[in-house]
């Protein structure tokens, strides 16, 4: 027993540190983990919500509500009718209040009487007062008891209801409000326009690395310094060199430029602020350029830092010096950010990232070396980008072994990185709908029809007629391509619709990338648009509003080899430019005069027309492939390329 004893003892002197100071331990935290955060160890702190108050005030008038409730089941009756029961004897004793009579069938002595604590004998009624001076003599005649009543005053709690509740209930609502309106504790309410709406993204928690960045190699390697010299600044300093204050990330529509932003956080392991340039624009003049000062306050205390802008445009666009058309709301926003990105020295730690696709409406101001010095551009990518680009998003995907990814690379020429990505994801989705275990090639090539020609409407049904003439029109293109010098290759012919208004569809796949084409190629570009309505004057002898589309991207295309290229017979080597106003709504102007329009016009005519001859009298030649293949088209609606090239080889006279 002792020996017992002497244990406990033992065991309670080991842990008495612990048990009497329970929360003296120091508490081991996580990175990203605050001490606020949900933890056994941590007592949830109490916050009052308006609900609680809300609760409790429906409690305190359900009770007032019992506590005033009389425990009687009067039944309430006309003044004539308890005159009635008062004479036939039914009321025996009558209680005379303020404004009510209350009429008992039974008298005290009854309710004295009564030893059982029975109430079902009991029944009363009650009635309006009226002013009848024959009511009390009624009650003497038949000899019914009858008493007055003193009004009851309100209790405590009914002052307390009538008063002082109602007036708390408006406070608390009026703090309510307004703690939503000033945004609460991080938030963004009304009364806080002018603080700043940046996402503090801490160390890692972008998830993004330059290994998640393909098809944008130059890119990486520039932004690869700012990211070394936010890690090893030393190294810049010691000889002299300054890093760049800011950097313009400058591209296409979903070629990468923010997800390039977020891989130079997630590799530098700073703080990273990002914001739109829609964020610091606000209806209240003066706003933005209080963001502004707020963002960089931020940056500096916590640098070193990246300051990421998306869409710059929305605050950069040039100035007016007119002042027409102008936004002093915007400017004002802009004249601070120009004063901040001059009023920090780089050595900080502060680096400006800024995103945007239309670099030619910026202000030079905001350009000039100091702010911006340098411009870093995400171009679409080429082959071998769209195929390390695929590589990544179809990692986890489940995928065939017919599946060939520099083939689709090939395919989706023109395309930029979020075109790609989500052709992979809508491969899957085709994959899943179909009920396949894994991806084939057929779903990738739908889903790269899907992405440049629009959905698939089996459900638009076109009579016999239209179908041909929709047959004619694509096998038309095709033909033509086929026989034109420079044209793409034919892919694929379709007569299912696709999109808002496509009836059918020719797909085109170039064979490699293409930064330049030469006058030849362009007008291959031109016959093969205007092969559908040859084609469709071939053999039904008239023309249809089917090629509306063609001709106006023939024709711009025509202009454009005239006014920009300098491909024309009067002006070649020289340009015809049209000049931006300026003016947010307005067009732009022409910087020549109205001869060298009228010759614009009449050139582009002469151009379209004479290549439609050209086009009109290749298809003559060749009818009978024209039938052959339209034949087949209406027969399976579909062609592959390889499928038309063997037909068109057969039936095509060189």
């Given at each position: 027993?002792?020996?017992?004893?002497?244990?406990?003892?033992?065991?309670?002197?080991?842990?008495?540190?612990?048990?009497k100071d329970p929360f003296k331990k120091k508490v081991e935290q996580k990175p990203g983990v605050h001490l606020g955060d949900k933890d056994s160890k941590n007592p949830k702190k109490f916050t009052f919500s308006f609900w609680y108050f809300f609760i409790i005030l429906i409690a305190f008038i359900l009770m007032n509500t019992f506590m005033a409730s009389r425990q009687t089941n009067e039944q309430a009756i006309d003044y004539?009718?308890?005159?009635?029961?008062?004479?036939?004897?039914?009321?025996?004793?009558?209680?005379?209040?303020?404004?009510?009579?209350?009429?008992?069938?039974?008298?005290?002595?009854?309710?004295?009487?009564?030893?059982?604590?029975?109430?079902?004998?009991?029944?009363?009624?009650?009635?309006?007062?009226?002013?009848?001076?024959?009511?009390?003599?009624?009650?003497?005649?038949?000899?019914?008891?009858?008493?007055?009543?003193?009004?009851?005053?309100?209790?405590?709690?009914?002052?307390?209801?009538?008063?002082?509740?109602?007036?708390?209930?408006?406070?608390?609502?009026?703090?309510?409000?307004?703690?939503?309106?000033?945004?609460?504790?991080?938030?963004?309410?009304?009364?806080?326009?002018?603080?700043?709406?940046?996402?503090?993204?801490?160390?890692?928690?972008?998830?993004?690395?330059?290994?998640?960045?393909?098809?944008?190699?130059?890119?990486?390697?520039?932004?690869?310094?700012?990211?070394?010299?936010?890690?090893?600044?030393?190294?810049?300093?010691?000889?002299?060199?300054?890093?760049?204050?800011?950097?313009?990330?400058?591209?296409?529509?979903?070629?990468?430029?923010?997800?390039?932003?977020?891989?130079?956080?997630?590799?530098?392991?700073?703080?990273?602020?990002?914001?739109?340039?829609?964020?610091?624009?606000?209806?209240?003049?003066?706003?933005?350029?209080?963001?502004?000062?707020?963002?960089?306050?931020?940056?500096?205390?916590?640098?070193?830092?990246?300051?990421?802008?998306?869409?710059?445009?929305?605050?950069?666009?040039?100035?007016?010096?007119?002042?027409?058309?102008?936004?002093?709301?915007?400017?004002?926003?802009?004249?601070?950010?120009?004063?901040?990105?001059?009023?920090?020295?780089?050595?900080?730690?502060?680096?400006?990232?800024?995103?945007?696709?239309?670099?030619?409406?910026?202000?030079?101001?905001?350009?000039?070396?100091?702010?911006?010095?340098?411009?870093?551009?995400?171009?679409?990518?080429?082959?071998?980008?769209?195929?390390?680009?695929?590589?990544?998003?179809?990692?986890?995907?489940?995928?065939?072994?017919?599946?060939?990814?520099?083939?689709?690379?090939?395919?989706?020429?023109?395309?930029?990185?979020?075109?790609?990505?989500?052709?992979?994801?809508?491969?899957?989705?085709?994959?899943?709908?179909?009920?396949?275990?894994?991806?084939?090639?057929?779903?990738?090539?739908?889903?790269?029809?899907?992405?440049?020609?629009?959905?698939?409407?089996?459900?638009?049904?076109?009579?016999?007629?239209?179908?041909?003439?929709?047959?004619?029109?694509?096998?038309?293109?095709?033909?033509?391509?086929?026989?034109?010098?420079?044209?793409?290759?034919?892919?694929?012919?379709?007569?299912?619709?696709?999109?808002?208004?496509?009836?059918?569809?020719?797909?085109?796949?170039?064979?490699?990338?293409?930064?330049?084409?030469?006058?030849?190629?362009?007008?291959?570009?031109?016959?093969?648009?205007?092969?559908?309505?040859?084609?469709?004057?071939?053999?039904?002898?008239?023309?249809?509003?089917?090629?509306?589309?063609?001709?106006?991207?023939?024709?711009?295309?025509?202009?454009?080899?005239?006014?920009?290229?300098?491909?024309?017979?009067?002006?070649?080597?020289?340009?015809?430019?049209?000049?931006?106003?300026?003016?947010?709504?307005?067009?732009?102007?022409?910087?020549?005069?109205?001869?060298?329009?009228?010759?614009?016009?009449?050139?582009?005519?002469?151009?379209?027309?004479?290549?439609?001859?050209?086009?009109?009298?290749?298809?003559?030649?060749?009818?009978?492939?024209?039938?052959?293949?339209?034949?087949?088209?209406?027969?399976?609606?579909?062609?592959?390329?390889?499928?038309?090239?063997?037909?068109?080889?057969?039936?095509?006279?060189?």
């Amino acid at each position: 027993m002792e020996k017992e004893t002497k244990n406990q003892e033992q065991e309670f002197s080991k842990h008495e540190k612990d048990w009497k100071d329970p929360f003296k331990k120091k508490v081991e935290q996580k990175p990203g983990v605050h001490l606020g955060d949900k933890d056994s160890k941590n007592p949830k702190k109490f916050t009052f919500s308006f609900w609680y108050f809300f609760i409790i005030l429906i409690a305190f008038i359900l009770m007032n509500t019992f506590m005033a409730s009389r425990q009687t089941n009067e039944q309430a009756i006309d003044y004539n009718q308890f005159k009635t029961l008062v004479e036939r004897g039914s009321i025996r004793r009558v209680a005379i209040e303020e404004d009510k009579y209350i009429g008992y069938n039974f008298t005290r002595e009854q309710v004295l009487a009564n030893s059982s604590g029975s109430t079902d004998f009991m029944q009363s009624f009650s009635t309006y007062k009226v002013d009848d001076p024959t009511f009390i003599p009624l009650l003497d005649t038949h000899g019914v008891e009858y008493y007055a009543l003193a009004p009851v005053k309100p209790g405590l709690l009914s002052t307390l209801l009538g008063y002082l509740l109602p007036l708390a209930l408006v406070l608390v609502f009026w703090r309510f409000l307004f703690s939503k309106m000033g945004g609460g504790k991080g938030g963004q309410g009304v009364l806080s326009f002018t603080q700043n709406k940046a996402q503090v993204v801490a160390e890692g928690d972008t998830g993004v690395r330059f290994a998640d960045v393909a098809g944008a190699d130059e890119s990486k390697y520039e932004l690869e310094e700012v990211v070394d010299f936010l890690q090893n600044p030393d190294k810049y300093t010691e000889i002299g060199g300054k890093i760049p204050k800011g950097v313009l990330l400058v591209g296409p529509p979903g070629t990468g430029k923010t997800l390039l932003a977020r891989a130079v956080a997630g590799e530098a392991g700073t703080p990273f602020y990002r914001m739109s340039g829609a964020d610091f624009v606000e209806m209240f003049v003066g706003v933005g350029a209080a963001r502004v000062r707020d963002l960089f306050k931020q940056a500096r205390e916590n640098s070193p830092c990246i300051i990421f802008i998306d869409e710059i445009d929305a605050i950069g666009r040039q100035r007016s010096a007119a002042g027409i058309g102008g936004n002093d709301e915007r400017e004002q926003t802009l004249n601070q950010l120009l004063v901040e990105m001059d009023g920090f020295d780089s050595r900080t730690g502060v680096i400006i990232l800024a995103a945007t696709n239309r670099p030619e409406i910026l202000d030079p101001a905001l350009l000039r070396p100091g702010r911006f010095d340098r411009q870093v551009l995400i171009d679409k990518p080429d082959l071998e980008g769209r195929f390390e680009i695929l590589k990544i998003h179809t990692k986890n995907i489940k995928m065939a072994k017919d599946v060939d990814l520099r083939k689709i690379a090939q395919a989706s020429a023109g395309l930029a990185g979020a075109d790609l990505a989500n052709i992979a994801n809508e491969a899957a989705l085709l994959a899943v709908r179909q009920k396949r275990k894994t991806v084939s090639q057929a779903e990738f090539e739908e889903a790269i029809e899907k992405s440049v020609a629009g959905l698939e409407r089996k459900s638009r049904v076109l009579n016999e007629k239209e179908r041909e003439r929709v047959a004619y029109h694509e096998s038309g293109h095709a033909l033509t391509a086929y026989l034109t010098e420079g044209a793409e290759a034919v892919n694929k012919i379709s007569i299912i619709p696709r999109g808002l208004s496509a009836l059918g569809y020719t797909l085109q796949y170039p064979t490699e990338d293409r930064f330049l084409l030469s006058e030849t190629e362009l007008l291959g570009n031109i016959d093969t648009l205007m092969g559908g309505r040859a084609a469709e004057e071939v053999i039904f002898n008239e023309i249809s509003t089917g090629a509306g589309n063609d001709i106006s991207r023939a024709s711009d295309l025509v202009r454009r080899m005239i006014q920009e290229f300098g491909m024309s017979q009067k002006y070649r080597n020289i340009t015809l430019p049209t000049v931006n106003s300026g003016i947010a709504g307005v067009g732009g102007s022409r910087a020549f005069s109205e001869k060298a329009q009228e010759y614009i016009d009449s050139e582009t005519a002469r151009i379209v027309n004479e290549r439609y001859d050209i086009v009109l009298n290749n298809l003559k030649k060749n009818k009978k492939a024209l039938e052959s293949i339209t034949k087949r088209l209406l027969e399976n609606e579909v062609i592959g390329g390889t499928e038309f090239e063997a037909l068109a080889k057969s039936e095509v006279i060189v």
